[in-house]
């Protein structure tokens, strides 16, 4: 994919713009539903509901039972590692700074990416590994160390 195909680069620069948001706001009920787990609870029904809604609307046919069953056992991880995501950016977010907890789940997913694109893992397209996507990924690293910079004094504020 090139830069020219900036539709698809905005939609998931809004994409990653609304997981953003969607932490703090998951942190707040949470804090109001006396658990984070209750706001995982919370944010994920109306997930459910969302993409249950989408589905009937764009898509108007089920699945079969035994397409579902016969599927790879790794295809139950989505849902587990999304449930997982939506608890931990809950506890995790509102303690690191929104920030540091964002360039760190950047790191994990570019990271994990270049591993799955270069193995082929789950029927994705083999993409060899090459030294610009092993830079991009240590420019994540540098990202995680200035964003916390002041933990280790080197503060300069802007305030």
């Known amino acids: 994919m090139s830069l020219f195909n ?3 680069l905005v939609t998931a620069i809004l994409l990653g713009m609304g997981l953003g948001i969607q932490a703090p706001i998951n942190a707040w009920i949470g804090k109001r539903l006396g658990s984070p787990y209750w706001g995982a609870g919370f944010s994920i029904s109306i ?3 969302v993409i249950l809604l989408f589905v009937f609307i764009m ?3 089920i699945p079969s039972a ?3 069953w016969n599927a790879p056992w790794w295809v139950w991880l989505g849902g587990i590692f999304g449930a997982m995501f939506v608890a931990g950016a809950i506890v995790l ?3 690191m700074g929104m920030a540091l ?9 570019v990271s994990i990416s270049l591993l799955i694109d270069r ?8 993409r060899e590994l090459s030294v610009s ?3 991009g990924v240590l420019l994540v690293i540098a990202g995680i160390l200035l964003i916390q910079k002041e933990e280790f004094g080197l503060s300069n504020s802007l305030e």
């Open 66 to 68: 035994e397409t579902i």
């Open 6 to 8: 900036w539709p698809l």
């Open 101 to 109: 907890f964002f360039t760190c789940v950047v790191f994990g997913q």
């Open 133 to 135: 996507r092993i830079l």
């Open 47 to 49: 997930s459910l509901v």
């Open 119 to 126: 193995f082929g893992w789950f029927e994705i397209q083999i």
């Open 59 to 61: 898509v108007r046919t």
């Open 93 to 95: 977010g509102p303690r």
